[in-house]
Each structure stands twice: as structure tokens, then as C-alpha cells.
């Protein structure tokens, strides 16, 4: 299944830790009603991003989906990207294509 990293910012200032805390609970409930599994959530001490996602799915259009619907519960913005694995790198670098 592909990965896609979705990397959360606040869009208001004071956004408590509870409530960052509270987007990851809701990432996770959203693939409990809409499949797809979140691999791992970061906070991360150092970064623009106040969490990152790591969202496993069936591909673009359900990831996009579940950041959708954090975005507007939330009241955040999620930039998300496909991730590779070592493997899909190295299919992709020998010009084997990998679709999600």
C-alpha cells in the first residue's frame, strides 16, 4: 500500500499541545471509519511542521481524503507528499513503475 506524509501546520497561533494531540487521535479514528492506517505521528521539537502524519492507504484520493477532513475538523493545513520505500526507490530507479 502507499505511504503519504502529511505535514500539519496551525493556522492559529494559539493552538494548544491538546489540541495537536487531538488531531492525531482524530487521524486515527478517521481510518477506523475509512480504512487506510496511520503508520506513526510525529511532533516534532524543531520544525515548521507541528505534526507530521504518516498515513498508509490505498492511494492518493483516500489520503487526500483523510487530510481533507483533519484540515477542516481541525482548522489546520496539511501539505502531504507520496512517500517511497527502500524497495519502491530502487524498483523506481531501475524504471519499474509503481502505481498508487
Known sequence: MPTYIG???KQEANMSTENLIEIGKSARAWTNNHGGRILSLYWPDEWDSEVIITFEGKGKEQARLCFNDLEK??????TSF?????GEKEHEQKGILWMS
Open 7 to 9: 505535514l500539519v501546520t
Open 82 to 86: 507520496r512517500a517511497l520505500t527502500q
Open 73 to 78: 475538523q481541525h482548522r489546520v493545513t496539511i
